[in-house]
């Protein structure tokens, strides 16, 4: 019975990389040829062709890749097979092995995309320019203190007013075969992302201060042997704090304070605090790889 011969040839292993996260490939070319056992040997199809080269969801040969970190992460992609129309039985098989992992001299790096968007929130104040607690930390009720800051009300009710935020998402890959060597084989930590979510930056992170961010949840999307996973942030400029004027026991804001606007005498709140919807605080790193962080803090290439 007759079989099937693959041979390299010499424009084969071709390169093609390009930046972190998109698509580095990597070719093998062959001259893929059935070769029967005698001259009454029927020709058995050329589906059997495919299985002479490396298939769909197939690593790299391991003579290719040997020892190199970065070529054990090309999985083939597509294999392209064009008939050789001067002679029977053989064609010219492409192998095309994809990767978005990228690795320079063996140094890894990791795919690592934030981006931002800048929004606003309507809040009802009573003051403006109040004193900001430090880190936004507000232990109801026991720690509610006046907050000073300028009286904007009138007769106790607040007026409109925008507090800057941003939407912040950072998009990392995640390998569930583990190949990179950069997380664990499989799925990723959902449950450990979903106890970070209503928590507070604990330390300084994407250069907003502490307690300025709260973790909204995560996406997790399949591509090939990868997750896309998106962690999203809100910030908020006044540390998602909400002004509560304090009421008297008819629950009527505490006015007493007097000011003339447009020569009328106003009563104004006396008594403002602060609430925190998100008291509980969280290293945000913690979800992060170092090597996802370095990313962010050494960028490369170094300035010249």
């Known amino acids: 019975m007759g ?35 005698s001259a009454v ?17 197939q690593r790299l040969p391991s003579a290719i890749y040997g020892s190199s970190s970065l070529l054990k992460t ?35 790096g990791q795919h690592v995309q934030v981006t931002r968007q800048a929004q606003t929130r309507q809040a009802n104040v009573w003051r403006i320019g109040p004193t900001i607690p430090s880190n936004g930390d ?14 904007v009300d009138v007769a106790g009710n607040p007026v409109s007013y925008e507090i800057p935020q941003m939407q912040i998402s950072m998009e990392i890959l995640w390998d569930r075969t583990g190949q990179n060597g950069l997380n664990a084989v499989g799925e990723p930590p959902t449950s450990l992302y979903s106890s970070y979510i209503g928590t507070r930056n604990s330390v300084s992170f994407l ?9 909204r949840g995560f996406t997790v999307s399949p591509q090939n042997e990868y997750y896309r996973i998106q962690h999203q942030w ?25 000011v003339t606007i447009a020569g009328l005498d106003v009563l104004q709140c006396t008594k403002v605090g602060f609430f925190q919807k998100y008291p509980s605080k969280t290293n945000h790193t913690s979800l ?17």
Request: hydrophobic share 40%.
């Open 3 to 37: 079989t099937w011969v693959a041979i390299e040839r010499a424009e084969s292993r071709v390169w093609n990389q390009v930046p972190i996260g998109q698509e580095s490939t990597y070719d093998l070319v062959y001259l893929v040829q059935w070769q029967p056992a």
């Open 41 to 57: 040997d029927p020709y058995i199809g050329e589906s059997g062709l495919f299985g002479a080269v490396p298939g769909v969801r």
């Open 74 to 108: 090309f999985v083939c992609r597509s294999v392209d097979a064009q008939p050789v129309r001067e002679q029977i039985y053989t064609w010219v098989v492409t192998c095309r092995f994809g990767s978005p992992q990228v690795i320079v001299g063996e140094e890894t």
């Open 138 to 151: 507000v232990t109801w009720p026991t720690g509610v203190v006046d907050i000073a800051g300028t009286k």
């Open 207 to 215: 250069g907003c201060d502490i307690g300025t961010m709260v973790y």
């Open 234 to 258: 809100l910030w908020d400029q006044m540390y998602h704090l909400d002004q509560i004027a304090l009421p008297m026991p008819d629950g009527a804001p505490v006015c007493e304070s007097i």
């Open 288 to 304: 992060f790889s170092a090597t996802a962080l370095a990313e962010l803090t050494a960028p490369k290439p170094t300035a010249v």
